[in-house]
């Protein structure tokens, strides 16, 4: 915690500074509110995350272009926080704004739209609603396979996450083959006793036991 204090702290020194030294609805200053509020979301604060993220979108609205990808990391913050504080239907419709603005401003295969996607299918997982969790964990997947390279951890953590919720739906073959793909990027990519390696195992020998 008291990183966290050092930062924001350091974060509101900022703040301060630019407040005298910048015009009001200055883009520097949206980013100085993102800052502060994301350490928040970090300390579990997450009414007052909410807020400084807010206050941080406001700005954006006034000092930049409608599909600015600014704006995609503002809805994407403000949905992490509402995921974090369990409200889904909000988290997912911020995660789908953000998404929005992403499919128009960036590529079609970068690695911005797989985390959209990707946290798309977490609050689809938190409510239950599996099938579309694993479409969007699928769409997540097909682009990191053409953005990263093969053996990249963001990977694993996509073959992962699908691996689960095949073992949630109850087709545990189909979730043993992605969660042994996870297991062996983690292998390949992180060293022998890191804990996602050591965990990934657990998760093979899990499922191989309800089989």
């Keep these: 915690m008291g990183e966290y204090s050092k930062a924001l702290s350091s974060y509101e020194r900022s703040l301060e500074i630019q407040k005298i030294a910048l015009p009001p609805n200055h883009p520097d200053l949206a980013t100085s509110y993102n800052n502060i509020g994301s350490v928040y979301d970090n300390m579990g604060e997450y009414s007052k995350a909410l807020s400084w993220y807010e206050r941080s979108?406001?700005?954006?609205?006034?000092?930049?272009?409608?599909?600015?990808?600014?704006?995609a990391?503002?809805?994407?913050?403000?949905?992490?926080?509402?995921?974090?504080?369990?409200?889904?239907?909000?988290?997912?419709?911020?995660?789908e704004r953000s998404l929005e603005i992403r499919k128009i401003a960036l590529?079609?295969?970068?690695?911005?739209?797989?985390?959209?996607?990707?946290?798309?299918?977490?609050?689809?997982?938190?409510?239950?609603?599996?099938?579309?969790?694993?479409?969007?964990?699928?769409?997540?997947?097909?682009?990191?396979?053409?953005?990263l390279p093969p053996n990249h951890p963001d990977l694993a953590a996509s073959y992962g996450n699908i691996g689960m919720l095949y073992e949630r739906m109850g087709q545990y073959s189909k979730a043993l083959s992605f969660l042994e793909q996870t297991r062996d990027i983690f292998k390949k990519s992180l060293p022998p006793t890191h804990p996602h390696v050591t965990k990934s195992q657990t998760h093979v020998e899990r499922v191989k036991k309800k089989m």
């Design 57 to 71: 979108l406001e700005i954006r609205k006034i000092a930049l272009p409608p599909n600015h990808p600014d704006f």
């Design 73 to 95: 990391q503002s809805y994407n913050n403000i949905g992490i926080v509402y995921k974090n504080m369990g409200e889904y239907s909000k988290a997912l419709s911020s995660y």
């Design 107 to 147: 590529p079609p295969n970068h690695p911005d739209l797989a985390s959209s996607y990707n946290n798309i299918g977490l609050v689809y997982n938190n409510m239950g609603e599996y099938s579309k969790a694993l479409s969007s964990h699928e769409r997540s997947l097909e682009i990191k396979k053409i953005a």
